[in-house]
């Protein structure tokens, strides 16, 4: 199955992927988590996306497209990054390590906790890169 990035489908797709991708349960088995994604605009995209995902010991326990902010008003982490940069993260032409140390990739929450835990950012991105065949 091949989903367009942004879109609902994709973030069901990753999601499905993320759950079933052993190597992705092994390396996360200690994460503890979710994310609030801001997706700004940016080239292609014109208005703000917003993506939650809850991802605990190495499952996707939920995922949801376009919550409203404060649906989830103390996410563990909130990222926020242009369209254009995201995609270049997720085409893999942008390092995500590199992505957040250059503030292209802003990250709110425990850099402390993000920094020992820098395989399971790696595998997660992995995982995104393999559901994102199109880009918008």
Request: glycine share 4%; with cysteine.
């Amino acid at each position: 199955m091949a989903a367009v990035f942004p879109s609902a489908e994709w973030l069901k797709e990753l999601e499905e992927k993320l759950n079933s991708d052993e190597r992705y349960a092994e390396v996360a088995k200690n994460w503890e988590g979710d994310l609030f994604f801001f997706i700004e605009p940016d080239g292609n995209l014109k208005e703000r996306l917003t993506f939650y995902l809850d991802l605990w010991h190495g499952r996707c326990r939920k995922v949801e497209y376009q919550p409203a902010p404060d649906s989830y008003p103390h996410p563990a982490f909130t990222l926020t990054a242009s369209y254009n940069n995201i995609t270049a993260i997720l085409s893999g032409k942008l390092n995500p390590m590199t992505a957040m140390m250059t503030s292209k990739l802003k990250v709110k929450g425990s850099m402390g906790y993000m920094m020992r835990n820098v395989p399971t950012v790696l595998d997660f991105v992995r995982v995104a890169q393999a559901v994102t065949t199109e880009i918008m």
